[in-house]
């Protein structure tokens, strides 16, 4: 009886693990269709409720208008799919939390056209505000290309509703939030 408990456990384990992976790589496509979309009321509701809350719902709504397009550049996710590299879901603190990261091409038009000068100036930041090295500038469309490395971080917890709920840690606003909520535990247990 001990081992039909035992194997009923492995069992149920093993579903609800995948049931979770599953939801997780569904709801991954979800938030990065999104942002390939320019969705930005997807994107709020697939975001952290309690980073919602603490940015607030229409100030991050307004500084997503503002990311994707100003009156500098407008800037667009050039792939509609993407492979994501999943890290091991992790129990911390009663709540789960997995890193997801992927090689994400980006590109930004720049509304003035640029100058020789002001293309390496607009480089040099583009390089910095996106972690990169890989930035190629295209002066035929007035354009970068920016090959960088994105991180969303996933969490199920209490406030989620059990539903995988995201931070994308490239962008400043969330990866500050996401530093606010989560204790120094958290942050080392992840690697972040």
């Not at 989620?160 to 530093?179: R, V």
Request: glycine share 4%; charged share 25%; proline share 2%.
């Amino acid at each position: 009886m001990k081992k039909l408990h035992t194997i009923l456990f492995f069992f149920f384990s093993i579903v609800s693990f995948s049931q979770s992976t599953e939801s997780l790589k569904i709801a991954t496509n979800k938030f990065y269709e999104a942002n390939y979309l320019m969705d930005f009321e997807s994107i709020v509701s697939l975001s952290h409720p309690d980073m919602v809350k603490t940015i607030g719902k229409e100030l991050m709504l307004e500084k997503l208008e503002k990311y994707y397009g100003n009156e500098e550049y407008h800037l667009r996710e050039q792939l509609e799919t993407l492979p994501f590299q999943y890290g091991v879901i992790k129990k911390i603190e009663g709540k789960s939390f997995c890193v997801i990261s992927f090689r994400n091409p980006m590109r930004y038009f720049f509304e003035t056209k640029l100058t020789a000068e002001t293309a390496a100036e607009k480089t040099t930041w583009l390089k910095q505000i996106n972690k990169t090295k890989e930035v190629t500038f295209e002066p035929k469309r007035n354009s970068f290309n920016v090959r960088k490395m994105t991180t969303y971080l996933a969490v199920i917890d209490e406030t989620t509703n059990n539903e995988w709920k995201f931070f994308n840690l490239d962008d400043e606003n969330q990866s500050t939030s996401f530093q606010s909520l989560f204790g120094e535990s958290v942050k080392k247990a992840l690697g972040l």
